[in-house]
């Protein structure tokens, strides 16, 4: 008896510490999971709905924000959006370049080809993008909320359909309403798989990362996967703006709670918007 008993509390004790590490691990990689959710209630539309919520024709509506597309290359494909001139073109670098599981770039990948793709709701114009001209940041953070995540290029032929999006006319303030314009999301699916995804929300805090001011921006827009690359957007005096690149976000987060519930971007800062100019030719 006394045998059988030690039996049972060895295999017990094996068992519990099998447990323990299948949880570890699971909350291990939940924690590492860059997808964002639904923070308080969900702030999305389809474009024609967001249209008719705002007194806006689809057509307007869609003219508005046809800024906002979709970057594609090999394996991969996320929202991206044209800035300041008609042939320059900024998404999330992650998009472009991976992250692996331990956090960080996937280095030296060869991208050979890219195209990005614009919509007026009814059919879609594809432009060719020059691989040579990307320019991004060296330096990562291994974290989420990476101020590095983003890379801007330029198109072999401008975008002649819709108007870009203006550089920032102002700094970035908290409570600043914005909104977000990205390609069809994960968990928000629209009939129409060409669909554009409108959101109205605010910006929650705005960060100074490594001394670079509004590098970061916390905001409480819902996102999923397929947002990344997207724009912040504000009104701005000449239209709209945009302010930033999302990037990423905390899980899903039905009550929203300032310090854990956010989707991040990456502010329009210095560096990034020198790197708009260069490309631009100015």
């Not at 001011?213 to 005096?237: F, H, Q, V, Y």
Request: aromatic share 8%; glycine share 8%.
């Amino acid at each position: 008896m006394q045998r059988l008993s030690m039996t049972l509390f060895v295999m017990l004790a094996a068992w519990s510490q099998q447990f323990l590490t299948t949880v570890l691990i699971a909350l291990l990689l939940c924690a590492s999971e860059a997808k964002a959710g639904t923070i308080g209630a969900d702030n999305r539309h389809a474009i024609d709905q967001y249209a008719a919520l705002h007194g806006l024709s689809s057509d307007e509506a869609r003219k508005k924000f046809g800024a906002s597309g979709r970057i594609m290359c090999p394996f991969n494909e996320a929202s991206a959006f044209v800035l300041y001139k008609a042939n320059i073109v900024v998404t999330a670098r992650h998009a472009l370049y991976p992250k692996n599981s331990m956090i960080k770039y996937a280095g030296a990948m060869t991208i050979t080809r890219c195209a990005f793709e614009v919509s007026d709701g009814k059919g879609s114009t594809w432009h060719k993008v020059d691989v040579q001209s990307f320019i991004h940041p060296d330096e990562s953070r291994e974290s989420w909320d990476d101020p590095f995540d983003w890379v801007v290029m330029r198109l072999s032929e401008p975008v002649t359909e819709f108007e870009p999006y203006y550089l920032p006319s102002r700094p970035v303030s908290v409570g600043d309403k914005i909104t977000t314009a990205s390609i069809r999301q994960g968990d928000f699916l629209p009939d129409d798989w060409n669909e554009r995804v409108l959101g109205d929300c605010y910006v929650r805090s705005v960060e100074n990362t490594d001394g670079v001011i509004a590098s970061g921006l916390r905001t409480d827009c819902s996102a999923d996967k397929g947002s990344s690359g997207s724009p912040l957007l504000r009104e701005g005096p000449e239209g709209l703006e945009a302010i930033g690149i999302t990037t990423s976000g905390t899980s899903s987060c039905r009550k929203f709670n300032r310090t854990r519930c956010y989707t991040f971007a990456v502010g329009l800062e210095p560096e990034l918007i020198k790197a708009v100019h260069k490309l631009a030719g100015d």
